[in-house]
T-cell receptor, first 115, second 114 residues
Framework: KQEVTQIPAALSVPEGENLVLNCSFTDSAIYNLQWFRQDPGKGLTSLLLIQSSQREQTSGRLNASLDKSSGRSTLYIAASQPGDSATYLCAVRPGSGGSNYKLTFGKGTLLTVNP | DTEVTQTPKHLVMGMTNKKSLKCEQHMGHRAMYWYKQKAKKPPELMFVYSYEKLSINESVPSRFSPECPNSSLLNLHLHALQPEDSALYLC?????????????FGPGTRLTVT
């Protein structure tokens, strides 16, 4: 059974700092990995989707990397801003099997960027 | 238009009430999903519809009844809920159920059962 772990569970940083969020998964047979942002009580906003054949994806100040063989992904946020404060969720999609529709989520990292 | 909309935003209901949650998308997606998210927990899949037919039921209690009247609309009918069913209910859609099809999420309905 796939398990996704996100470390740290919570992170508080001063504005302007570069930071890294970590995601690890136990079964490397994934099709893709997706990073989401969730504001309190709100839905999920997709930030980056990395296919299993890719090593990284970039969008603005965000860069996500994937090391499928070691079961790890990182989300790098450059020059953090108070508006980046949110919970960041990592989710993997299995590459095979009957449940390949199913995303397995980590519990998230709660990020607070202080002005 | 890459938006999934959900109504209502908030819902408070008693344990004997019947209510419905609504989800709509106009992206031409043919797969739609219901997720349940408890506080400080990740989303959990409840149902998947593909081409307006229920394809996946993740052993959800029958007090939750999904319906897909057409390819753009997904409902979740609620009856005789328990206080522990209070949660954020998220709808998502994707082009299909193929591996490459990314899921787009709505803003959610915050449900409180009293």
């Amino acid at each position: 059974k796939q398990e996704v772990t996100q470390i740290p569970a919570a992170l508080s940083v001063p504005e302007g700092e570069n930071l890294v969020l970590n995601c690890s998964f136990t079964d490397s047979a994934i099709y893709n990995l997706q990073w989401f942002r969730q504001d309190p009580g709100k839905g999920l906003t997709s930030l980056l989707l990395i296919q299993s054949s890719q090593r990284e994806q970039t969008s603005g100040r965000l860069n996500a990397s994937l090391d499928k063989s070691s079961g790890r992904s990182t989300l790098y946020i450059a020059a953090s801003q108070p508006g980046d404060s949110a919970t960041y969720l990592c989710a993997v999609r299995p590459g095979s099997g009957g449940s390949n529709y199913k995303l397995t989520f980590g519990k998230g990292t709660l990020l607070t960027v202080n002005p | 238009d890459t938006e999934v909309t959900q109504t209502p935003k908030h819902l408070v209901m008693g344990m004997t009430n019947k209510k419905s949650l609504k989800c709509e998308q106009h992206m031409g997606h043919r797969a739609m999903y219901w997720y349940k998210q408890k506080a400080k927990k990740p989303p959990e899949l409840m149902f998947v519809y593909s081409y307006e037919k229920l394809s996946i039921n993740e052993s959800v209690p029958s007090r939750f009844s999904p319906e897909c009247p057409n390819s753009s609309l997904l409902n979740l009918h609620l009856h005789a809920l328990q206080p522990e069913d209070s949660a954020l209910y998220l709808c998502a859609s994707s082009q299909g159920q193929r591996l490459a099809d990314e899921q787009y999420f709505g803003p959610g309905t915050r449900l409180t059962v009293t």
